[in-house]
């Protein structure tokens, strides 16, 4: 009779036990997981998303994970890693990723997904998007600014609808724009990391006289910095302040920062506020901008720096759009 | 006597030393890997123990490891082929990619088959672009004796830049910002075996390829020739061999054999064409290839071990934070001890049986 009472008590007390750990579980905090392209030492598009993600790990109470060097045909499988280990919100932080992304996130509807510069969204799938020409466009009006030749250069990452449509035709407009005498060199590296490649484009266009140039592409933008340092010509930053790599090179920086839209969409999450569809953030909302280097705003021509900040003033207004943009290029004949 | 019966006995004992070599070096690597997991801060106990558990503890995970599994086998299978027909064909890579186009072409622009019909076409296709991109280093070694090695791997990156080329100009959809192709029909996806799992046909049209190429090596009297050829293409050739024809058959198949690895990935997982591709099967199937000294049936061995360790990987990373750059280190160190037991191991039976072995 007494040990059968010794059994239920027993028995209670780890009822009990699994309740709370049960109860704890559930108030758990959330599991937050990126998948980036390339590494996360990948200065500009990969580190800042990643930074993107720790910046949230300290300011919210929730779980992380991160998977680098993620192809495209280790996707799925990391996608799927991630589903099965109970992640509630998995960020893909690649924009030619979107497809495989959604005919997963299909698959498992309980868990939400977002993508970084995607184009299609689902009901499970949020993509957060800058605007891929505003801050580019304001690079090239710098550099249309700052030319002496009349020749600037841009350098991006790989040939793709995306670096045509946005990136080309917003830096041509804004260089076009400011100067209407300026000529445009873009070239293509090919990757984000062929650093080596990067350097020799970017002599080649310095011998062929350009004085202006802006990188747009990983971990060759300081490669590129670096090149226009030796040269003595202008360089822009991109994506995040690169100043202080060649303070009296870098003359500004055309910040598209992918930290704020993984934080961004992090916070909505563990407000829960965030849901599928797509939502575009420009200079409006703080996700792009323009910032010139403090130790060379003297070196800026007269009412330089008024020009681009009204430039920048119609961009916000809306009184410039990506479509206007083109159409002013296909009139001119300018192939972009 | 004495001497004949102590040189057999030596001889068992030194193939099970052979076997023995490879599940050693593995063993060797994931102790080095711990180590090195240890010293970047994290318990590698966990580690190894996290990633068995993520890859054995779920049959969705599990699946995974075929994703990698399938076109292993195929690169590896392409490798070995060749290696036996004494052709260096280092460029599976490109001729992945080349059959995958191929098979894009075929598994997209041609509609409304049934699916019995354009699996195989589709598979057919993929072949043949394989074997064409081979072809071509193939023809350059035969008629101007250029170097295979050298015109493999260059052609590799060309045709990884073509394919860039060609689905951005000409496969993407007019309406679409993203480089890809369109996706393939329907009728030709790989049907699975296990519902929501990765186990689809691809599995059993690897392991049915070994037993082909296997049989087809050491039991046909053609495989036969291709071996004298690659083991000595003067005796071959002094034996009455076609040498020329004999080569040119090893390499449309090893190319043809990268190029169903494209397909496969095509038609198992991916389901479209994009620049990049592959994550590098190719190269990794030479490794596969030379862990199982170019036997088929130990082909399936570490091409099943190389998926394993790509899933475990990714779950070491996700679960416990892994570096990745370590996971490569693993699978590098594996292939190093290989190698370099190749040479001891040759050494060992030199000095044992007086080079007779």
């Known amino acids: 009779m007494k040990k059968s009472k010794v059994f239920l008590r027993v028995f209670v007390l780890a009822f009990a036990i699994l309740m709370i750990f049960s109860t704890l579980a559930m108030t758990a905090p959330l599991k937050i997981a990126i998948i980036l392209p390339h590494a996360i030492t990948s200065e500009g598009w990969t580190k800042s998303g990643f930074d993107g993600l720790m910046k949230a790990k300290e300011d919210f109470d929730i779980e992380t994970s991160y998977q680098e060097n993620v192809s495209e045909g280790e996707l799925k499988g990391a996608l799927r890693g991630y589903i099965a280990e109970g992640y509630d919100l998995i960020i893909v932080h690649e924009m030619g990723y979107n497809d495989p992304t959604l005919e997963v996130a299909e698959e498992s509807p309980d868990t939400m997904f977002a993508i970084t510069y995607g184009f299609k969204a689902a009901d499970n799938v949020a993509v957060t998007s800058g605007t891929n020409w505003q801050a580019n466009s304001l690079a090239g009006a710098v550099a249309g600014l700052m030319t002496k030749s009349n020749k600037v250069g841009f350098i991006i990452s790989n040939d793709s609808p995306v670096a045509h449509n946005f990136l080309n035709a917003g830096f041509i407009y804004g260089a076009k724009r400011i100067n209407p005498k300026a000529e445009v060199i873009t070239t293509f590296v090919g990757s984000w990391s062929d650093v080596v490649k990067g350097k020799e484009l970017a002599k080649a266009m310095i011998k062929q006289g350009v004085d202006v140039i802006y990188s747009q592409c990983g971990v060759v933008n300081r490669a590129v910095i670096e090149v226009c340092e030796e040269a003595g010509i202008w360089a822009i930053g991109a994506v995040e302040d690169m100043s202080y790599v060649a303070p009296q090179t870098v003359i500004a920086n055309a910040l598209a920062p992918t930290e704020y839209l993984v934080y961004g969409v992090i916070k909505e999450m563990v407000e829960g506020t965030l849901k599928g569809g797509r939502v575009v953030k420009g200079i409006k909302d703080g996700a792009e901008e323009i910032t010139f280097n ?28 990506l479509e206007q943009m083109q159409e002013e290029l296909n009139k001119q004949n300018i192939k972009f | 006597m004495f001497d004949i019966r102590s040189s057999i006995i030596n001889q068992k004992k030194y193939k099970v030393f052979y076997a023995i070599i490879p599940f050693l070096a593995l063993f060797i690597a994931l102790f080095i890997g711990g180590v090195l997991i240890f010293f970047a801060g994290i318990n590698p106990w966990k580690a190894y123990n996290y990633m068995l558990q993520s890859i054995f503890g779920n049959i969705r995970l599990f699946s995974e490891v075929f994703t990698h599994f399938v076109p292993l086998v195929f690169c590896a299978l392409s490798f070995a082929v060749a290696y036996k027909g004494g052709f260096f064909n280092v460029g599976g890579e490109g001729q992945l990619y080349f059959g995958a186009l191929t098979a894009t072409l075929a598994g997209v622009y041609i509609q409304g088959l049934p699916a019995f019909i354009h699996i195989p076409l589709v598979l057919l296709t993929g072949f043949i672009g394989g074997a064409f991109w081979c072809w071509i280093a193939g023809i350059l070694k035969i008629k101007l004796g250029a170097d295979e090695i050298l015109n493999t791997i260059m052609l590799s990156y060309l045709a990884i830049l073509l394919i860039n080329f060609v689905v951005m100009y000409f496969l993407k959809p007019a309406n679409s910002y993203i480089s890809q192709s369109e996706k393939i029909a329907k009728s030709a996806y790989f049907p699975k075996l296990i519902p929501h799992t990765q186990i689809n046909l691809g599995v059993i049209l690897s392991l049915l390829t070994v037993i082909i190429i296997y049989y087809f090596l050491y039991r046909s009297p053609y495989g036969y020739q291709i071996r004298a050829i690659g083991e000595n293409s003067d005796a071959a050739n002094y034996a009455g061999m076609n040498i020329l024809k004999g080569t040119m058959t090893v390499i449309i198949i090893s190319g043809g054999l990268a190029g169903l690895a494209g397909a496969s990935m095509l038609m198992g997982t991916q389901y ?14 030479i490794g596969a290839a030379v862990m199982a000294r170019n036997n088929p049936w130990g082909i399936i061995l570490t091409a099943f071990l190389f998926a394993l360790l790509r899933v475990g990987a990714g779950a070491m990373q996700r679960g416990v934070g892994v570096p990745l750059p370590i996971s490569w280190t693993i699978e590098g160190i594996i292939m190093i001890l290989i190698t370099g037991s190749e040479y001891l191991s040759n050494k060992f039976s030199t000095n044992l049986i007086g080079g007779r072995a």
């Open chain 1, 294 to 321: 403090p130790l060379l705003k003297d070196k800026l021509p007269e009412n330089g720096e008024e020009k681009i900040m009204k430039l920048r003033q119609e961009i916000v207004d809306g009184d410039i759009t």
């Open chain 2, 272 to 285: 479209r064409l994009t620049p990049a591709f592959s994550p590098g099967y190719g190269f990794e199937g």
